[in-house]
Each structure stands twice: as C-alpha cells, then as structure tokens.
C-alpha cells in the first residue's frame, strides 16, 4: 500500500513493514523518528542489508528468539536492494508481527518487484520520498526562524534553501549553524549567512576571489575556467568579493596606522589563516585604502546590475572578476 510521508502516522503500531525509499536522506530520518519515541534504545536495532546476507543464520535466531519478543522491537534495515525481497517473504511466513520492520532503499525503478510487492499488498506499507520542493524547505526554514525569534530577510532564506540542495537534512544542518551563530544575536543578515552556509567554505570560490585581489589575472582566468557556476550562485560569489574587499579595507586602514604588514596580518582580528598569509600580503601591497573604497563600490553596483540582468548574470561577474585581476583596473 502507497502512502504520503504525513500519513506514516497513521500507521504506527498497526503495521509492522514499512518500506522507506528515495532520494531525501532527510525525510528518511524524519519518518523514522516517529517510530523511535515508542521504544527504548535497547530495543532498537539496526542493520544493513549486508551485515544480514552476510549472516542470516546470526539474524534469523535472533529475531526468531524467545527473549526477543519480551518487548516490542524495532528493526531498521538500511540499503536495501531487491536482493532483500526472500527476505521479506521469509519474514511474512514466519508471521514475525511483534517486530517492526523499517527498511530503507535508495530509489527504486517502477518496474521494481520490490517498490511493486510493498505496494500491491495491503498489510505492507510503501512511503515514497521525494526531493523537497521550495515550498516545504521554505516552510520548515520559516517555522525554525520562528520559533527562534530570530529576523531574517527572505532573500536570506532563499539562499539557506539554496544551499540545502533541496534536501532538508542539509537544511537542517545549516539551520544548526545559524542557531549556533545567534545565540546572543537575535539577527541574521546575508553577510552572515554567506559566512555561515557551505558556499563560504568551498576553497574554488575563494581562490578566485583571492587571485583577482591579488592581481594575478592568469591564475584568477585559470580558477574561472576550472568551475562552472550558476546564474543562482553569482549573488553569493558578489557578496563573497564584498566580504573579501571590506576585509583589506580594514587591513588598509591599519596599515595606515602601522608599516608593518606582517604585524598588522599578525593582530588582525578574527585571525587571518596562515594559508591565506601569502595572498593578503601580496594584496595589501596592491591595494591603498582610498582604492579599496572605490572597489567596494563598485562591487555594490555590479550586484545591482546582476539583479537587474539575471540572464547575463554570470558573464557580467566573470568580466568584474577578470577586470579586478588586471594591473591596470585601478
């Protein structure tokens, strides 16, 4: 029998095989998480379809023993393929209805007679999961900020589900972060997020943001051929630059106040990582205070121009990016 993931409720402790399968490893954990506030963790155990194969003798004596049956069970069977359908069988004839049964496959063609079995019979349980759809990730992001108390733009919401891959284990994730982040502050901006959420931390990104700062338009054009991007992800890489340029701003200005570039890099605060030491001392060399400013700029009018030109979007940032690069753009 199919049903919709909300359903599975209804069904919690009237039946006892359940088959789970699909691409969202977050509404897995979800289902599965209904069932585990009814036993204790000694009574929960977990297997893969390998470890069982593997051994079925181990498996069929344990579940089969008398002991077992002293409190109510659950079994939850993860990577499942159609090999596991003799399995299933074994398990209907032997009439195990005191235990409950999760299995948990990856997605599973039409033509499966696994997929099929579960859900042609009535007392077997089939719960499709899908991709989460903008809709349903913006819901749980909304009802999490909330419940927090926490102000957030839409535009930064949009971009948390963006990052998420539509998956809301990796909603959740982020939404961890950004719970741990505010914990004294009960705002978030962009900036924040784009520090916070994965893209910040992909090292491709920064290193073209680096490489054009630094003045090294080859290696800058070589960084831009090796990665493809998305006309979603140039708001992002802008507001990276952004974060980048008021960074050496700030380095500018105490350099003003200090010649020492190395002691400067060395007390700047947050702490610049040793990796990047080379980079940003090779960029505040390049870059006064008064051109810096003038860069901030413009990176804030070229965000404008690529929320006016969504089509164009990636090859007005490639041109800004390369431009910065050149010795002669300042």
Not at 120 to 149: G, H, M
Not at 150 to 167: F, G, H, M, V, Y
Not at 248 to 262: A, M, R, S
Not at 276 to 290: P, S
Request: glycine share 2%.
């Amino acid at each position: 029998m199919i049903i919709k993931n909300f359903e599975i409720k209804n069904y919690i402790g009237k039946k006892s095989l359940f088959l789970v399968y699909g691409e969202n490893n977050g509404l897995k954990e979800d289902i599965i998480s209904k069932f585990l506030v009814n036993y204790s963790k000694e009574n929960i155990f977990k297997y893969t379809e390998k470890e069982i194969l593997g051994n079925l003798d181990d498996f069929y004596n344990n579940i089969l023993s008398r002991s077992f049956f002293e409190d109510k069970k659950l079994i939850i069977i993860e990577d499942v393929s159609e090999k596991f359908k003799k399995e299933i069988d074994c398990i209907i004839e032997k009439k195990i209805s005191d235990i409950v049964f999760i299995l948990i496959s990856k997605s599973l063609e039409k033509k499966s007679k696994l997929r099929n079995f579960f859900e042609k019979e009535k007392n077997l349980i089939c719960v499709p999961v899908y991709k989460d759809d903008q809709r349903v990730l913006s819901e749980i992001a909304r009802n999490f900020f909330n419940e927090k108390k926490i102000k957030i733009s839409s535009e930064a919401i949009n971009l948390i589900i963006q990052r998420s891959s539509e998956d809301r284990k990796n909603l959740r994730n982020e939404l961890d972060k950004i719970e741990s982040f505010t914990t004294k502050k009960k705002k978030i901006d962009f900036d924040d997020l784009i520090k916070l959420t994965n893209l910040a931390e992909n090292h491709s990104i920064n290193k073209i943001i680096d490489y054009s700062l630094a003045k090294n338009s080859k290696q800058t054009l070589q960084a831009l051929n090796e990665n493809i991007f998305t006309s979603e992800d140039v708001i992002i890489i802008i507001r990276s630059f952004l974060i980048k340029s008021k960074r050496l701003l700030k380095l500018t200005e105490e350099l003003e106040k200090n010649n020492n570039i190395d002691q400067v890099i060395t007390m700047f605060k947050p702490p610049i990582f040793w990796k990047e030491k080379d980079i940003v001392r090779k960029q505040m060399t390049i870059w006064t205070k008064d051109k810096v400013i003038k860069l901030i700029n413009k990176i804030n009018s070229t965000e404008l121009l690529l929320k006016k030109n969504t089509s164009s979007s990636i090859n007005i940032l490639k041109d800004f990016i390369i431009e910065q690069s050149l010795e002669t753009s300042n």
